[in-house]
């Protein structure tokens, strides 16, 4: 072999060793100020992309309106805001600086930052799509010798084309030996459709001692749509049939049962660095009782003042037009609580 064939031939060599060194290289990230930083994606979701580095104790935490330019190793599971999902390597956009290009197996597509609504590894674990949050408080108003216990929990699953979610939140109030009480809880399934269209079913149970109200149990089922899904926002809309079993307190036992219109809305803001906003609302039209209508409102704000812990700040309103008897035709709670999710 001449000078020149072996010249040639280090290239490939050297070449091929250079693009495989590329290849099982670690992730890299960009931000707008500059800043280089290798290592792995772990997750973008609700405007925040969480990348492990080897020469860093805890992830970086970085908001996604402040990344440039990422370039992958392997593969990962992309959801745009349109409801599709893509599973390929990431790169930057080429001319479009405001771009990202996904890499798949049989295509190339680009889409803008903003577009792009949640990052997960392809092969992500157990633990990456099970959700779990406890929080705790506690109220005292001296003047009126009023305290308050508060206990929320939520846990949940995410799946590739579902996800289902619970809740159990129970509020007790005494003023000196006098208790009151309020608990709720639900389970909501949700399965994706097209075109950010998805089914769900719900079941929700209430106790209220304020309404005279000993079990509340609904069971919900209808379709919604994603009306707004970003980077920083949701917004969705959804519609269905309820069916409605209630038994109340008091010396009547009074227990009802009735089928309902369900029309509600919730939105979640999370483009605001720690803190994060959940509101819903719902309405239930009766369909068998005349001029009965019960409503749902709730709002949560949550800041996470250090990794994983949170204070969050809660009002829930439950509204009945036509309660029985002289029971109150509303119940609400505010509440401070502080803590944990994963």
Not at 25 to 35: A, F, N, Q, V
Not at 60 to 66: R, V
Not at 138 to 163: C, E, L, M, P
Not at 223 to 235: C, E, H, S
Request: hydrophobic letters at 35%; one cysteine or more.
């Amino acid at each position: 072999m001449n000078f020149t064939h072996r010249y040639h031939a280090t290239l490939i060599l050297l070449s091929g060793c250079w693009t495989l060194g590329l290849a099982q290289g670690p992730d890299s990230l960009l931000t707008k100020s500059g800043e280089l930083i290798t290592g792995e994606i772990q997750s973008m979701n609700r405007a925040v992309l969480v990348f492990e580095t080897s020469y860093s104790d805890a992830d970086f935490q970085i908001d996604w309106e402040e990344v440039e330019r990422i370039t992958t190793r392997g593969n990962y599971k992309i959801y745009d805001t349109e409801g599709k999902q893509f599973i390929g390597r990431l790169g930057p956009g080429g001319d479009c600086t405001d771009c990202l290009t996904i890499y798949t197996a049989t295509d190339t597509i680009a889409r803008k930052f903003p577009d792009i609504v949640v990052i997960t590894e392809a092969r992500d674990s157990f633990r990456d799509r099970l959700k779990l949050g406890i929080h705790l408080g506690y109220n005292y108003t001296k003047a009126s010798r009023t305290q308050q216990f508060t206990s929320r929990s939520s846990a949940g699953f995410v799946g590739n084309k579902w996800d289902i979610a619970s809740a159990l939140n129970a509020y007790n109030t005494r003023l000196d030996s006098t208790s009151t009480k309020r608990t709720d809880a639900n389970i909501n399934l949700r399965v994706s459709m097209r075109n950010n269209w998805y089914g769900f079913g719900n079941v929700d149970w209430l106790s209220s001692d304020e309404q005279q109200l000993d079990l509340r149990t609904t069971a919900s089922t209808g379709v919604g749509n994603f009306v707004v899904r970003n980077a920083d926002t949701y917004l969705y809309l959804f519609g269905g049939l309820t069916f409605n079993n209630e038994d109340f307190l008091g010396d009547e036992g009074v227990e009802s049962q009735s089928f309902e219109c369900l029309i509600g809305g919730q939105l979640e803001l999370f483009g605001f660095s720690d803190i994060s906003l959940n509101s819903k609302l719902y309405a239930y039209p009766s369909l068998t009782e005349k001029q009965r209508i019960r409503t749902m409102f709730s709002l949560d704000l949550k800041w996470e003042f250090i990794s994983d812990f949170e204070l969050m700040a809660g009002f829930s309103l439950n509204y009945d037009s036509k309660p029985p008897g002289d029971t109150e035709k509303s119940d609400y709670v505010l509440s401070l609580t502080l803590g944990w999710s994963l």
